[in-house]
């Protein structure tokens, strides 16, 4: 387990806790509520190793050993682990594990939440994690410096799926395009939930992600403000979602606060500014970013044009929209070089979204 809280319970033993937990294995009790999914098939191990691409000079940040079985296996192809795990119980099955061999020099076990712990360095990442810390985690890694070379996770499918999501799929969306920013991401295997212990109520998927490098030059402060707003109805045109009076009311507020103080936008060159900037673009994703128009209604759509300087200010922003062709696209369709020239064209015109 990586992070989440630990609820402590009364402890049982012996066939008393074989029967309250029909998935107490080894002498320990797992507790699928708490996300913990422990690797046991060998070929799945195996899988994850080779994709990898581990190095024996590489240092390797394991998240959620769980018992060590995978653990193991890292130990024989790289030069140490780092292993983060929250339950106690699974460290000291940890420490017991692997106490006096060959590779316990080599293997540092932290206990505490991955989410908040302070990520000593390393090459490689590979994670069998709590789904529902799958987002955080994410952008975390994506955040961290020095960038590392690689990260192999399993996480539940259709989060898997949304990482690696393209245009004009039905589940492209906000985490999509902020992933794909900064990462390439590929959907290498999937693995039925019976391959896992105890086995989780849903399939899971291996991810491969490689942070880019050098980073795209953006101020991702700016490029998340405008992706959420066109990520808000990504099945409307933007011509419809920059009409709405919530969305120009920022924008000229925005505005009129960079005219008074005549400032312009400059691009991040503090990288320790840029990483909090990159985990920002993870934030209230949650699970997943389902960016669908279900259930919502057309009211206050569109600013009233009696409003002349709101007009006029309404006016500039849809006249970039048209300027680049983009008021009848919608955002489920645009690519990464879309949402970059759109930014560009909204910078150039004093329109800016932080």
């Not at 799929?169 to 896992?196: E, G, K, M, W």
């Not at 099945?235 to 960079?258: A, H, M």
């Not at 008021?327 to 645009?334: A, C, N, T, V, W």
Request: some cysteine; glycine content about 8%; proline content about 6%.
């Amino acid at each position: 387990m990586a992070g989440g809280k630990i609820r402590k319970e009364k402890p049982q033993k012996g066939a008393a806790a074989a029967a309250s937990n029909p998935h107490f294995q080894g002498g320990i009790p797992f507790h699928k509520s708490k996300g913990q999914h422990i690797l046991k098939n060998p070929l799945l191990i195996d899988s994850i190793i080779q994709k990898s691409g581990i190095k024996p000079t590489d240092v390797i940040l394991e998240i959620g050993p769980g018992t060590g079985n995978l653990t193991k296996k890292l130990l024989e192809v790289g030069k140490s682990v780092i292993a983060v795990e929250l339950d106690p119980r699974m460290v000291l099955e940890l420490q017991r594990r692997f106490q006096g061999t060959p590779s316990s020099t080599r293997l540092k076990v932290i206990q505490g939440d991955v989410l908040k712990c302070d990520l000593p360095y390393f090459d490689i990442c590979v994670a069998n994690i709590p789904y529902q810390i799958s987002s955080p985690l994410t952008f975390k890694l994506l955040s961290h410096r020095p960038l590392f070379r690689c990260a192999v996770i399993m996480f539940q499918r259709e989060f898997a799926m949304r990482l690696v999501a393209q245009p004009g799929d039905n589940l492209y969306c906000r985490l999509s395009v902020n992933t794909q920013l900064l990462a390439r991401v590929n959907h290498n295997d999937f693995h039925p939930s019976l391959l896992i212990r105890p086995p989780p109520k849903v399939d899971s998927s291996v991810v491969r992600i490689e942070p880019r490098k050098p980073l795209p030059a953006v101020n991702f402060k700016e490029w998340d403000g405008l992706v959420r707003i066109c990520f808000n109805r990504k099945n409307k045109t933007l011509g419809s979602i920059f009409r709405q009076k919530s969305v120009l009311s920022v924008l000229e507020k925005n505005y009129k606060t960079l005219q008074a103080l005549q400032l312009s936008q400059e691009g991040l060159s503090d990288s320790s500014e840029m990483a909090m900037c990159v985990t920002a673009l993870g934030d209230t994703l949650g699970d997943f970013s389902m960016d669908t128009d279900e259930g919502r209604d057309d009211e206050d759509m569109e600013m009233d044009d009696g409003d002349t300087k709101a007009s006029d200010f309404k006016e500039r922003v849809l006249g970039v929209l048209k300027q680049g062709g983009f008021e009848e696209r919608r955002s489920s369709k645009l690519a990464q070089a879309d949402f970059m020239h759109l930014l560009s064209l909204f910078n150039k015109a004093g329109i800016h979204f932080s």
